[in-house]
């Protein structure tokens, strides 16, 4: 058998961790491969060897069979290999054309007419429906993702990774990659994928190499294995992707939003009229196409966006008009959409990230003077008890950790805070199925201690998980609120689309 990538006996130290401990990784040419693991296992590590941003300890890499040494992602590129990775290497105001030219024309003078002519042709090869002049900050985060594509393929890679590609994608921009993985491997291409997801292997992938804390566990036959096999050979456990929750009446309202108008970026009305209640021990699901209204509605209740009209009340108390930090005093907790961008420090350790609401109160400080012991101890239960995997423990900078365990750290933060209400906005969004599990029974829990969480989530059996009832959006207006016992996937597919439960 020949292989057009061979990684022997790769080993690989940070820190106080072993990242990679001997694994070996082989993927034949026009094949889909998985590397599943879970967060922190080692994954990104790995490919990040592939493509020259780490060097290994020790180990070699083959490429077509040849002994190769790759020092930079330059080396990469000139061995046909190529890197989307988990978060967006893109300048948001330059071009789709800019961007994929960024660095590759090696002179003063290029022509962006001829560059634009090739990443249209080679859209339109391969499906994936990007103009060149487009800003990048103008689209989806779908069609972001495939201009880190057209990047790759721009450079004549044949040897492609996606590292965590659907993280950040829509139910249908997913079915939309799927499909553009198989073109992809149709013509040819390799491909290397980097997922927790266990359908999204069953749906394109031939084989899959299981990697748990940084060891090799094996390597299946996607076809002949079970999502429950895979999911056990990850964690080392049997996991459960079924929700134990119990019928629990909700109390009275903690959050009420009244007839709530809110302008998005583009300063036209985002949300419009939009009224909920979410009570005491009761869960209530968003559910809705991304972009309909859903971030200017968690924005507004958290004190990021302001209210056009309409009012908020949380326990009693009108707080429309009140700050960010007004709105945290009074226990409202928030799991961001973007972990990068709205939750944490990067540049900070996790000690200062899990006090970073919290720093100005007893025990955490006194009279301005900061209580390390206590923040510290204090950071390592959270640490601890939500198994945020970090080289250098809590000294660790936010920034190095991977996506997933940035998640659970921000999540460990939010509910160890004992907010009254829970606004968890995609909060398993790049959990391995272990997480996923542990992250949705202490969402439960959260709501069986009598406190009220609002979740926001594009991942359609999450909410059906997890919600008491479902509040469905559609271009910024409330469709339907219904009980989640009483309802199915289709029913709600369809007030998504806008069709009000009277007419389905």
Same mark, same amino acid.
């Given at each position: 058998m020949s292989y057009v990538i061979e990684m022997l006996g790769i080993r690989k130290e940070f820190p106080g961790i072993? *990242?990679?401990?001997?694994?070996?990784?082989?993927?034949?040419?026009?094949?889909?491969?998985?590397? $599943?693991?879970e967060n922190g296992a080692g994954k990104s590590t790995l490919m990040s060897i592939l493509f020259g941003l780490y060097k290994p300890d020790k180990g070699i890499i083959k490429v077509r069979g040849k002994e190769v040494s790759i020092k930079s992602p330059n080396d990469a590129y000139d061995l046909g290999i190529g890197m989307v990775h988990q978060?967006?290497?893109?300048?948001?105001?330059?071009?789709?054309?800019?961007? %994929?030219?960024?660095?590759?024309e090696g002179s003063f003078v290029y022509d962006i007419r001829k560059a634009s002519k090739k990443i249209k042709e080679i859209?339109?090869?391969?499906?994936?429906?990007?103009?060149?002049?487009?800003?990048?900050?103008?689209?989806s985060v779908g069609m972001q993702q495939r201009v880190e594509i057209l990047k790759m393929l721009y450079r004549d890679a044949d040897i492609l990774i996606f590292d965590e590609p659907t993280a950040v994608l829509?139910?249908?921009?997913?079915?939309? $990659?799927?499909?553009?993985?198989?073109?992809? *491997? *149709?013509?040819g291409k390799s491909i290397i994928l980097i997922t927790h997801k266990l359908d999204e292997i069953k749906q394109v992938a031939s084989r899959c190499t299981i990697i748990r804390r940084g060891k090799l566990i094996g390597e299946v036959d996607v076809a002949e294995a079970t999502p429950e096999e895979m999911a056990a050979a990850m964690v080392g456990r049997p996991v459960s992707f079924k929700v134990d929750k119990k019928p629990s009446p909700p109390g009275e309202p903690v959050l009420e939003v009244r007839n709530l108008s809110v302008m998005n970026s583009k300063r036209v009305l985002g949300l419009k009229d939009f009224s909920l209640t979410v009570r005491k021990g009761e869960i209530i699901g968003i559910a809705g196409v991304d972009g309909n209204g859903q971030s200017e509605l968690v924005e507004a209740i958290t004190g990021l966006r302001k209210a056009e009209s309409?009012? %908020?009340?949380?326990?009693?108390?009108?707080?429309?008009?009140?700050?960010?930090?007004?709105?945290?005093?009074?226990?409202?907790?928030?799991?961001p959409e973007d972990r990068q961008k709205r939750g944490l420090i990067l540049s900070a350790p996790l000690t200062t990230n899990m006090v970073i609401k919290e720093y100005g109160k007893t025990p955490f400080s006194s009279h301005g003077i900061l209580n390390e012991s206590e923040i510290?101890?204090?950071?390592?239960?959270?640490?601890g008890k939500f198994d945020v995997r970090s080289g250098e423990g809590i000294e660790s900078l936010a920034g190095k950790l991977s996506g997933g365990n940035q998640q659970k750290a921000i999540i460990g933060r939010e509910i160890t805070a004992d907010p009254d209400l829970l606004i968890a906005v995609q909060p398993t969004r790049g959990l391995d199925v272990g997480a996923i599990e542990f992250i949705h029974s202490q969402l439960v829990a959260e709501r069986d201690n009598g406190k009220a969480v609002l979740l926001v989530s594009f991942e359609l059996d999450e909410i059906f998980n997890l919600s008491d009832k479902i509040a469905v959006i559609s271009g910024g207006k409330l469709i339907d609120i219904v009980e989640t016992s009483e309802t199915d996937e289709h029913a709600v597919g369809l007030m998504m689309a806008g069709i009000r439960r009277s007419e389905v």
């Open positions: 072993v *990242a990679n401990d001997d694994i070996s990784l082989r993927v034949e040419e026009g094949e889909i491969h998985a590397i $599943l693991g978060h967006f290497q893109l300048v948001h105001n330059f071009t789709v054309a800019e961007n %994929i030219i960024l660095g590759k859209s339109e090869r391969y499906g994936l429906s990007i103009e060149p002049d487009m800003v990048i900050e103008d689209i829509t139910p249908q921009e997913i079915d939309e $990659l799927m499909q553009i993985m198989r073109n992809l *491997a *149709a013509e309409g009012s %908020i009340i949380f326990k009693g108390r009108d707080i429309t008009g009140l700050s960010i930090a007004e709105r945290n005093e009074m226990g409202l907790g928030h799991i510290d101890s204090y950071s390592d239960a959270i640490v």
